[in-house]
């Protein structure tokens, strides 16, 4: 159990695009999730975190403006890039919590900008 | 906010050898996590372990909570034991979402 997955997997975009990538969680529902960065052996460091149908909690030196999330319903959390750029490229984990302190893990979307 | 340090940064290690992974904190915390990073980037989750001792095959972890430390311990390690383990910790709640802590990891290398 407790599992969770994001899509895509990879995905490659031109510089001033914007991508979207989902996070859902299969078989348990989601009161919070998490969104991660992580830069090529690097840590893992929080975006922000959004709870179901309120606005999220962005962390300091994050756009919120440049990072969009919505956290429609218990199951699906979506972060969008909007126009992208080169730096913007790294590996973005999200994660699902079902209330209590453990965070469930998605495989990670690796993106891309060119 | 909390501080998490792990060590050491990089252990190479031949197949069948024993390995202590460690973890301080600076502050005292609700959760403690140990993840395996696997080569593809999955986090797999290891232990949750805020204090206490637990073991799960030839992986075991313990964590002091009092004096701020966890040891992740790998016994007769495999090839497939490598990859970058990561403590995270979260720390004394600050309002309604905890958050967890990442250490910047211990890149573990096993060769056959």
């Known amino acids: 159990g407790a599992v969770v997955s994001q899509h895509p997997s990879r995905v490659i975009c031109k510089s001033g695009t914007s991508v979207k990538i989902e996070c859902r969680s299969l078989d348990f529902q989601a009161t919070t999730m998490f969104w991660y960065r992580q830069f090529p052996k690097q840590s893992l460091m929080l975006m922000a975190t959004s709870n179901e149908g309120s606005k999220a909690t962005y962390e300091q030196g994050v756009e919120k403006d440049k990072f969009l999330i919505n956290h429609a319903s218990l199951t699906l959390s979506t972060l969008t890039v909007t126009s992208a750029h080169p730096e913007d490229s790294s590996f973005y984990i999200c994660?699902?919590?079902?209330?209590?302190?453990?965070?469930?893990f998605g495989p990670g979307t690796r993106l891309t900008v060119l | 906010g909390i501080q998490v340090e792990q060590s050491p940064p990089d252990l190479i290690l031949q197949e069948g050898a024993n390995s202590t992974l460690r973890c301080n904190f600076s502050?005292?915390?609700?959760?403690l996590q140990w993840f395996h990073q696997n080569p593809w980037g999955q986090l797999i989750n290891l232990f949750y372990?805020?204090?206490g001792t637990k073991q799960n095959g030839r992986l075991s972890a313990t964590t002091v909570a009092t004096e701020r430390y966890s040891l992740l311990y790998i016994s007769s390690s495999q090839t497939t034991d490598s990859g970058v383990y990561f403590c995270?910790?979260?720390?004394?709640?600050?309002?309604?979402?905890?958050?967890?802590?990442f250490g910047k990891g211990i890149t573990l290398s096993v060769r056959p």
């Open positions: 994660s699902a919590s079902p209330g209590e302190s453990h965070q469930y």
């Open positions: 995270a910790v979260e720390g004394p709640p600050t309002g309604a979402n905890s958050k967890l802590t």
């Open positions: 372990i805020p204090s």
């Open positions: 502050d005292s915390v609700n959760n």
